[in-house]
């Protein structure tokens, strides 16, 4: 019987690993911390994939290069490598996307891809991410159950830059549609929600809701004292 690993930071992430490992076959293991994520661990347990749904870090090179490491990504490789994919597609306009399996490599999402699913880009970002997990574990049983041989990546790359906090300022001049795109994208754990800044203040915005027929967005509001969004 194969050995499984998961390794993941993300709540919903591994509330659906929980589901997996009690349905698929296999033994499974979770990593949900960077000090967990060793190569003496791995080695002995001998998996046969080591799957990151959502990993904050680099992944040594020695288990890259020793066990067949899986990684998500949410768009449709080789367009969109790169950092913070769900806010980098929306503002540039799109309304879906593709969620990529690929064989992890040194190189950031350069790798060869195993499969892809078709994926929304509507509502929340938290949203999006609780349906990009449930997309991604039922990736993870087709790989299990197939094995596929990973294809090397086609077409044109187009990068994407890691957005920095301080990009999170709601810029000024947009319409309606943008203003609601722009709240909604950062609405989730662990962003950094979109605001301004009144005085000595900050305004965080979050819970958008987009009202066409009287041309505005409501949202709830958090007021605090300025901080440097850059040291956040």
Not at 28 to 37: D, G, M, P, V, Y
Not at 53 to 62: A, E, S, Y
Not at 196 to 212: H, R, V
Request: proline share 6%; hydrophobic share 40%; glycine share 4%.
């Amino acid at each position: 019987m194969n050995n499984y690993v998961v390794a993941t930071v993300k709540s919903w992430n591994r509330e659906n690993f929980k589901k997996v490992s009690e349905s698929l076959p296999g033994n499974w293991f979770l990593i949900s911390s960077k000090e967990e994520l060793t190569y003496e661990y791995l080695a002995s347990l001998k998996p046969r994939y080591v799957f990151f749904p959502h990993w904050n870090w680099i992944v040594p090179t020695q288990i890259v290069d020793e066990f067949e490491c899986v990684c998500f990504h949410m768009t449709d490789v080789p367009y969109g490598r790169g950092g913070s994919p769900l806010q980098n597609l929306i503002l540039r306009g799109h309304r879906s996307t593709k969620l990529t399996a690929l064989k992890m490599v040194k190189s950031l999402d350069a790798g060869p891809v195993y499969m892809k699913s078709d994926l929304s880009l509507s509502g929340t970002a938290k949203e999006i991410l609780k349906r990009c997990s449930e997309r991604t574990f039922d990736l993870i049983a087709e790989i299990i159950t197939l094995e596929p041989i990973p294809k090397e990546q086609v077409g044109e790359v187009v990068e994407f830059k890691r957005r920095k906090p301080a990009e999170s300022r709601l810029p000024e001049n947009l319409d309606m549609k943008n203003v609601y795109d722009f709240i909604r994208m950062l609405d989730a754990e662990g962003y950094p929600k979109a605001f301004i800044e009144l005085g000595e203040y900050i305004m965080e915005f979050d819970s958008a809701e987009l009202k066409l027929e009287d041309d505005m967005v409501t949202a709830r509001v958090v007021i605090m004292p300025q901080k440097d969004k850059s040291e956040k």
